[in-house]
């Protein structure tokens, strides 16, 4: 079994509740990049735990493993109590709000503290916005604007973005997006979510989006493994109208044939690709998905992004497009470092240090992984062919217009 497929493995028995077994010369040096990379190493310390003894990783690697459990349960802690505050600002001000991905989707995993998360996506009416914003202030929560109807709310470090609208694919997705607090949600409360098919939708919506614009990760697929799990009666016949009716069909269909793949997925689909050999697709798909943690989704597609949409019709890009990619991936915007580097938020000008502080990180931290990055980007951009590849059987071009 290789790395990749081990690591796959440890997160299925978590999803699976099964205990793992034991794997000869398993590089956890590897494992914990790839666990790093997409945000699940909680998840696999948990299956650590389950392991005999000389199975496990040793030394300051273990403890590596153990002090991001740690951090990952405060976190956990620290986030939902700024989330409760948020939800009993806006409840009590009688604004209806709308909780997507995250925030709603940790709650169907075996341990909701292990699924980590990133700035939670808020919703409010737009006629609301403005009440949104000044309620929020008054309550002590820092809000800064970031373009129309979209602000960044903080409160105890914790990150929440407030909109007016859900994210949507393309035109036909936006119809349905249009109108959240109507037929696809349900609220208690003031508290709104999605509906669980509604949820599946707008979670395959956005990894479609992300697959465009720079790389999905692991923990993605693992969102439709604990919807389809948590929700075994879900009506899949409406669901796949629903994706063909926004013109997603063969994504859906693609990544939840993945999910079962990979986590065993309790659900009766499967799909035969035309005009492919099937078994190779996969293995790109996954591929892609595994090395988004690297290549885009981690590292919020700055980077490779910009390498694959400098690229000719030919997939390949020349020397001065791959440095200048190189450089957005090294230094990125100040608003990217906003969002990983709190100290760069609250003090702007520090945004100077917060790109060193990435510099050498990618060089002393994450050197083999920086590594790996400039030999796709400047030699073989292998990913990057398949890339291409994959957007083009799932029918992911640039026909979608994302909004």
Partial sequence: ????????????????????????????????????????????????????????????????????????????????????????????????????????????????????????????????????????????????????NVSQVVYGGEFFDLHTELESINVQSKIYYSTPFDDISESTGHTYKLKPIYHLLYVITHIAYHLKNGGAGIRMIMDIDALLRYYPDMDMEKFMALCDNIKIKRTAQALIALSKKWFNTPVGIDYTFEDTDERSFYENLSELIINGGIFGYKNGGVGMMNLQRSMGEDGKADFKVSLKAFVKWLFPSA?????????????????????????????????????????????????????????????????HHYD
């Fill in 1 to 148: 079994m290789s790395t990749s497929e081990y690591f796959i493995y440890l997160l299925s028995c978590w999803l699976n509740d099964e205990k793992p077994r034991g794997s000869e010369d398993t590089n956890w040096q590897e494992i914990y990049a790839l666990a790093e990379a997409h945000n699940v190493t909680a998840v696999i310390t948990s299956q650590i735990k389950k392991l005999p003894q000389g199975s496990r990783p040793q030394g300051k690697l273990l403890s590596a493993f153990n002090q991001r459990l740690g951090y990952t349960v405060q976190n956990y802690e620290i986030k939902m109590r700024a989330m409760t505050h948020l939800i009993e600002v806006l409840s009590q001000a009688e604004i209806d709000h709308l909780l997507v991905k995250g925030a709603v989707l940790r709650f169907l995993y075996p341990s909701p503290e292990l699924r980590t998360s990133g700035d939670t996506d808020v919703v409010v009416r737009l006629s609301d916005y403005e009440k949104s914003v000044k309620v929020l202030k008054k309550a002590g929560f820092k809000v800064d604007f970031v373009r129309k």
């Fill in 335 to 399: 608003e990217y470092l906003k969002r990983f580097y709190y100290y760069c938020y609250k003090h702007p000008i520090l945004v100077p240090a917060a790109w060193f502080h990435r510099f050498f990180k990618a060089i002393f931290g994450h050197f083999s992984v920086s590594k790996k990055i400039a030999r796709e980007m400047f030699t073989k951009q292998e990913m990057s062919a398949k890339y291409f590849e994959v957007l083009t059987e799932l029918q992911i071009d640039d026909n």
